[in-house]
């Protein structure tokens, strides 16, 4: 079975500041690699899509890249409602397998 | 607009049973594979059931192969997750989600499951 490992666990930046988050497979996935934002109490919403592309309505300040078992989830410049837990995730072809990344706790510095 | 709702969440005791609804509308529900999520107190997201629109192809995760069964019914626009012998570690926010876009792109808030004595 595949294996995500997010890192860093936790990180702590300012409004402003640039956010780079990574995610990396324990096996070449293919290109089902998505990212998710999740805040306490509401229902995770869907970044970033097949590695690069961003869902509806995500601003253009979050971006998604990498490929094989290295990816990466960029914040350009935080806003305040960016700061929440984010999780990388693979859709395996077949079987139709689902597997999360254990998170990564975006907190205000 | 898109939604999915999920409801039949609540206390039950170790061994017990409980069913999972998930009401959806503003698509094609039949159209759609859907997935189970949960996640346990101060824990990550763990992907437990999928279900293809037809029903033709179900899958588990090994935590929960045995002892849950996903099931759907097309034309009451509803998906539904009977769960059986009941864990303390089955303690979860329980979240249906569809499977579009390679992923899991629409979810429910979800429903609270506790299991104690």
């Known amino acids: 079975d595949i294996v995500l490992t997010q890192s860093p666990a936790t990180l702590s930046l300012s409004p402003g500041d640039r956010a780079t988050l990574s995610c990396r497979a324990s096996q070449s996935v293919s290109g089902y690699l998505a990212w998710y934002q999740h805040k306490p109490g509401q229902a995770p919403r869907l970044l970033i899509y097949?590695?690069?592309n961003r869902a509806t309505g995500i601003p253009a300040r979050f971006s998604g890249s990498g490929s094989g078992t290295d990816f990466t989830l960029t914040i350009s410049s935080l806003e305040p409602e960016d700061f929440a837990v984010y999780y990388c995730h693979h859709r395996n072809i077949w079987p139709p397998v689902f597997t999360f990344g254990q998170g990564t706790n975006l907190e205000i510095k | 607009e898109v939604q999915l709702v999920e409801s039949g969440g609540g206390l039950v005791q170790p061994g017990g049973s409980l069913k999972l609804s998930c009401a959806v509308s503003g698509f094609t529900f039949s159209a759609y594979s859907m997935n189970w999520v949960r996640q346990a107190p101060g824990k990550g997201l763990e992907w437990i059931s999928h279900?293809?629109?037809?029903?033709?192809?179900?899958y588990y995760a090994d935590s929960v192969k045995g002892r849950f069964t996903v099931s759907r019914d097309n034309g009451k626009n509803s998906l539904y997750l009977e769960m059986n012998s009941l864990r303390a570690e089955d303690t979860a926010i329980y979240h249906c989600?569809?499977?579009?876009?390679?992923?899991?792109?629409?979810w429910g808030q979800g429903t609270k499951v506790f299991v104690s004595s």
């Open positions: 279900i293809s629109g037809s029903s033709n192809t179900i």
């Open positions: 989600a569809r499977v579009g876009l390679g992923a899991s792109d629409i």
């Open positions: 097949e590695a690069s």
